[in-house]
């Protein structure tokens, strides 16, 4: 298996059309503005798993949205590509519908373990 | 090699550790004093973010955040300046600061509806494996959900497709989708509607919803959409999708800081 974080568009950035702010693990207030280019996406992505301790590695969307966009990722959705390259789980939509534990029974099916 | 997968199964466990939106959703900690005189008529999280972009951008310190002071892009400024007189100011903060946009008529709202419901639950409803969402998945759906004519939607129409939870989940957009829906104002928003919605999409009438006409996510069955991204930690990295093929599944977890 190999788990990736696809890093994209802000969803409640500073200067957004639905800003939010929040606080990070040490309390400190976070002033998220949404990237403009890759290299400061790519600095915040490092700021978010730094401060999350994610265990995965995450890769960058293009400044375009590209992947995003054929995705739908946005706000947040999970997907499990099998080893044939199809999609064997597509996420329903962050933040109600995003289902970790729907991506685990499939990978489970994928990977061919019992519950 | 099953010891090891059921090892590597453990990291879906922490995906549970992702708070379900955007990856962090703590909105607590406490509001400091406004910092600046143009601020103290704002409150909260309001007030700070607006005292954050003065301290960034208000170089002559005049209270207001000029397009020449604010360096960067156009979108964001938009969205900023939302009163559209030329600069960022408390008064595009203060509660209900906007450009008063007119209404869309019945069928561009009928169309964005579609839009939301495809976006939203275009992952339930594509099924048959190929890009795009038919006038027949869409109806199929319809009636799975027992859905006719006369329906008045509420959550528990969803519970079918969503379970109980995710219904339940539902509840606060069920009343907007049904104000939106019902577009011939018969007080009802069913098949007829949802009907309407998909042709509203439909553009071209071919009996496809396509992704060129309405955002669809891609559906189990798909070919994945493939791409080359570079590590957020090192861009001289990059990973593409495709090379995963006959080797391992892959788990993608798309999101973002806020």
Known sequence: MAFYIVYIREAHAVDSSWPMLHDNKAGETQFIEDPIDEIERAKVAGACVADLGLPMPALVDSIDDAVNSSYRGWPDRLFLIDAEGKVAYSGGRGPFFFAPDGLEQSIRRVLGLQD | ?258
């Open chain 2, 1 to 258: 090699m099953i010891a090891a997968h059921s090892r590597r199964v453990v990291a879906p466990a922490l995906l549970v550790a992702l708070v379900g939106c955007q990856f962090t959703r703590d909105h607590g900690g406490p509001a400091p004093s406004p910092i600046s005189p143009s601020s103290r008529t704002l409150e909260g999280a309001t007030a700070r973010r607006f005292d954050f972009l003065l301290e960034s951008y208000d170089s002559d310190r005049d209270g207001a955040v000029s397009r020449a002071e604010y360096r960067r892009d156009d979108r964001a400024f938009g969205n900023l300046d939302r009163d559209g007189d030329g600069a960022i100011t408390a008064a595009d903060f203060a509660r209900g600061a906007g450009r008063g946009d007119a209404r869309p008529d019945a069928e561009a709202k009928s169309r964005q509806v579609a839009r939301r419901i495809f976006d939203v639950y275009g992952c339930y409803v594509n099924t048959d494996g190929q890009p795009g969402i038919t006038r027949a998945e869409w109806t199929s759906a319809i009636d799975a959900l027992g859905i006719d004519d006369d329906t008045r939607l509420t959550a528990a129409n969803f519970e079918p497709l969503l379970g109980p939870d995710g219904a339940a989940k539902m509840a606060p957009m069920v009343g907007m989708m049904f104000r939106t829906l019902d577009v011939d104002g018969d007080d009802d928003a069913g098949k007829a509607d949802l009907l309407a919605a998909f042709d509203a999409v439909d553009a071209n009438d071919d009996g496809v919803a396509s992704t060129d006409e309405v955002p669809v996510p891609p559906g189990v069955g798909e070919v994945a959409p493939d791409f080359t991204l570079r590590h957020a930690d090192d861009p001289s990295r990059s990973v593409t999708l495709s090379s995963f093929r006959g080797d391992k599944p892959v788990a993608l977890i798309f999101g973002s800081y806020t």
